[in-house]
């Protein structure tokens, strides 16, 4: 995997967490939203009672399963950052600046006071140090 593509891994990532996190409430809703029926004179309780354990438990058994795929993505995403790390500090502030807080280039350009080209050369030097250690992995 070329350089480039292993950091914008982070964008998919954070991408893939927050939707498992919006399943994981969507689904929890669901399961809280089912409530015995009511027809006036009394609770109707036979059959939605037995919905509502079975959405209940549907509910606890996705939400587990949501939350280990959540904790692997997030340990990929510490994977990449942890490469970064690796990197020198300059380097690594840049592709940090760029890949997880999502900055252009401009706006980098502009808090490090150098010009536009400046951070486009820098960048491509700092991603062939980043192929160079993840092909050694």
């Given at each position: 995997?070329?350089?480039?593509?292993?950091?914008?891994?982070?964008?998919?990532?954070?991408?893939l967490?927050?939707?498992?996190?919006?399943?994981?409430?969507?689904?929890?809703?669901?399961?809280l939203?089912?409530?015995?029926?009511?027809?006036?004179?009394?609770?109707?309780s036979?059959?939605?009672?037995?919905?509502?354990?079975?959405?209940?438990?549907?509910?606890?058994?996705?939400?587990?399963?949501?939350?280990?795929?959540?904790?692997?993505?997030?340990?990929?995403?510490?994977?990449?950052?942890?490469?970064?790390?690796?990197?020198?500090?300059?380097?690594?502030?840049?592709?940090?600046?760029?890949?997880?807080?999502?900055?252009?280039f401009?706006?980098?350009?502009?808090?490090?006071?150098?010009?536009?080209?400046?951070?486009?050369?820098?960048?491509?030097?700092?991603?062939?140090?980043?192929?160079?250690?993840?092909?050694?992995?």
């Amino acid at each position: 995997m070329k350089a480039k593509e292993y950091l914008k891994e982070i964008a998919r990532i954070e991408k893939l967490i927050e939707n498992k996190q919006l399943d994981k409430q969507r689904w929890k809703d669901i399961a809280l939203n089912i409530t015995p029926g009511y027809d006036g004179e009394r609770v109707q309780s036979s059959g939605n009672m037995k919905k509502m354990e079975t959405a209940v438990i549907n509910s606890v058994d996705l939400e587990r399963e949501i939350e280990a795929d959540i904790l692997r993505l997030y340990r990929k995403r510490q994977e990449i950052i942890g490469v970064l790390e690796e990197l020198p500090l300059q380097d690594y502030e840049l592709l940090y600046s760029i890949y997880v807080q999502k900055k252009s280039f401009v706006e980098v350009a502009g808090e490090k006071g150098c010009t536009y080209s400046n951070i486009t050369t820098n960048h491509g030097t700092a991603l062939k140090k980043v192929q160079r250690i993840i092909d050694k992995k």
